[in-house]
């Protein structure tokens, strides 16, 4: 496996460290009063950061023999990653390689022949809407590509920040049929005939990716760590004493000095958290957030965070979205018909709400 890669990461982690950034490299965590680094076995605690996938910060802190055996693991993870990060890009190319953007540039003109990972991908997405009744549409890409310009621009000049027309979001609407997607397994091609329809795989990208990964770790080894793909968590397996992994849940109340208003304890289950509070710009003093209701084309003010526990990391992402934009007796009764499925929603007036098995999981600590 390259080790190169890595190296010149682990150069910059220690470049970032010095000046205050907030990317870490490999690193030993030395045995202390409070630290479990090692079992009967000998393992030991690493970490690592990187900030250049999915556009978010992704970091992985694992149990390993040695450091060697650990960057090994760390630059799987990134390459991987990296893999499915251009494969599932819509903004950019990628010299060689077919992805979403192709698809989208190839809408009403011709099939593309993409990698499985891009079809095994979508056909999780199709099923995910079929099972959410039309709550994760990945062929919503026209309209939110009309709120990612406003909110883009908004962004960037705050004072002169709008919100999308009605009429521009309606006739963007129109074109969000997610079954006219064609998806060949045989030939391993994807057609949009709609030349005004486009894939956004948002929903489900980063949860998909962060799940196929962790599962390659585990088959090459891995089985204690804990993967973080901007908030998209994923435990292989426990801690290295046997502990369970300690995750916090954040507060949307991010003036509050309280960070995270829960903890749960996770072990081979993925949390994963879609929230108000995590992307969003300011219009005439109103804060819009990133996640677009499907029927109502705008941001759904119901709560200020869903956070999904689900084996799969995918699924989770999956109804982390879809859930936010259900009234909360339609998203219980959906977690509830799932198995091993737990879900918590926080309502803007800071009111919780939890599955019937979400409590199980969590600690005082």
């Given at each position: 496996?390259?080790?190169?890669?890595?190296?010149?990461?682990?150069?910059?982690?220690?470049?970032?460290?010095a000046?205050?950034?907030?990317?870490?490299?490999?690193?030993?965590?030395?045995?202390?009063?409070?630290?479990?680094?090692?079992?009967?076995?000998?393992?030991?605690?690493?970490?690592?950061?990187f900030?250049?996938?999915?556009?978010?910060?992704?970091?992985?802190?694992?149990y390993?023999?040695?450091?060697?055996?650990?960057?090994?693991y760390?630059?799987?993870?990134?390459?991987?990653?990296?893999?499915?990060?251009?494969?599932?890009?819509?903004?950019?190319?990628?010299?060689?390689?077919?992805?979403?953007?192709?698809?989208?540039?190839?809408?009403?003109?011709?099939?593309?022949?993409?990698?499985?990972?891009?079809i095994?991908?979508?056909k999780?997405?199709?099923?995910?809407?079929?099972?959410?009744?039309?709550?994760?549409?990945?062929?919503?890409?026209?309209?939110?590509?009309?709120w990612?310009?406003?909110r883009?621009?908004?962004?960037?000049?705050?004072?002169?920040?709008k919100?999308?027309?009605?009429?521009?979001?309606?006739?963007?609407?129109?074109?969000?049929?997610?079954?006219?997607?064609?998806i060949?397994?045989?030939?391993?091609?994807?057609?949009?005939?709609?030349?005004?329809?486009?894939?956004d795989?948002?929903?489900?990208?980063?949860?998909?990716?962060?799940?196929?990964?962790?599962?390659?770790?585990e088959?090459?080894?891995?089985?204690?760590?804990?993967?973080?793909?901007?908030?998209?968590?994923?435990?292989?397996?426990?801690k290295?004493?046997g502990?369970?992994?300690?995750?916090?849940?954040?507060?949307?109340?991010?003036s509050?000095?309280?960070?995270?208003?829960?903890?749960v304890?996770?072990?081979?289950?993925?949390?994963?958290t879609?929230?108000?509070?995590?992307?969003y710009?300011?219009v005439?003093?109103?804060?819009?957030?990133?996640?677009?209701h499907?029927?109502?084309?705008?941001p759904?003010?119901?709560?200020?965070?869903?956070?999904?526990?689900?084996?799969?990391?995918?699924?989770?992402?999956?109804l982390?979205?879809?859930?936010?934009?259900?009234?909360?007796?339609?998203?219980?009764?959906?977690?509830?018909?799932?198995?091993?499925?737990?879900a918590?929603?926080?309502?803007?007036?800071?009111?919780?709400e939890?599955?019937?098995?979400?409590?199980a999981?969590?600690?005082?600590?």
């Amino acid at each position: 496996m390259r080790r190169n890669g890595i190296r010149a990461l682990l150069l910059t982690a220690v470049i970032a460290a010095a000046s205050g950034g907030a990317l870490e490299g490999c690193k030993k965590q030395e045995a202390g009063p409070q630290q479990e680094t090692k079992t009967e076995s000998e393992l030991h605690r690493y970490d690592v950061q990187f900030l250049d996938l999915f556009d978010t910060v992704t970091s992985m802190v694992g149990y390993a023999p040695d450091e060697e055996t650990f960057r090994m693991y760390a630059q799987e993870l990134y390459d991987e990653l990296k893999m499915y990060h251009q494969l599932y890009d819509i903004y950019n190319d990628y010299e060689g390689l077919s992805n979403i953007k192709t698809i989208n540039d190839q809408a009403g003109k011709a099939p593309v022949k993409v990698d499985e990972k891009i079809i095994s991908m979508l056909k999780e997405a199709v099923e995910m809407d079929e099972k959410t009744d039309g709550y994760i549409n990945v062929a919503m890409g026209s309209v939110l590509s009309i709120w990612h310009e406003y909110r883009t621009e908004g962004i960037y000049d705050p004072e002169n920040a709008k919100i999308p027309p009605v009429e521009e979001l309606e006739a963007a609407a129109k074109h969000v049929d997610i079954s006219q997607v064609v998806i060949d397994e045989a030939a391993s091609t994807v057609y949009i005939p709609d030349p005004d329809m486009s894939l956004d795989v948002g929903s489900i990208a980063k949860g998909y990716a962060t799940e196929m990964v962790c599962r390659k770790l585990e088959e090459d080894g891995l089985n204690k760590a804990l993967v973080s793909v901007g908030g998209n968590v994923k435990a292989i397996g426990d801690k290295g004493d046997g502990t369970l992994w300690k995750v916090g849940i954040q507060n949307p109340d991010l003036s509050s000095k309280t960070r995270y208003l829960h903890t749960v304890e996770l072990k081979d289950i993925s949390l994963v958290t879609s929230g108000s509070y995590q992307r969003y710009y300011t219009v005439d003093g109103v804060e819009y957030h990133h996640i677009i209701h499907p029927e109502l084309l705008m941001p759904w003010d119901e709560y200020d965070s869903v956070s999904i526990l689900c084996r799969d990391s995918g699924m989770a992402d999956c109804l982390s979205t879809a859930v936010f934009n259900m009234e909360f007796e339609d998203g219980k009764a959906l977690i509830e018909s799932l198995e091993d499925v737990e879900a918590m929603w926080i309502f803007k007036d800071g009111k919780e709400e939890y599955s019937s098995g979400f409590r199980a999981f969590m600690t005082e600590e």
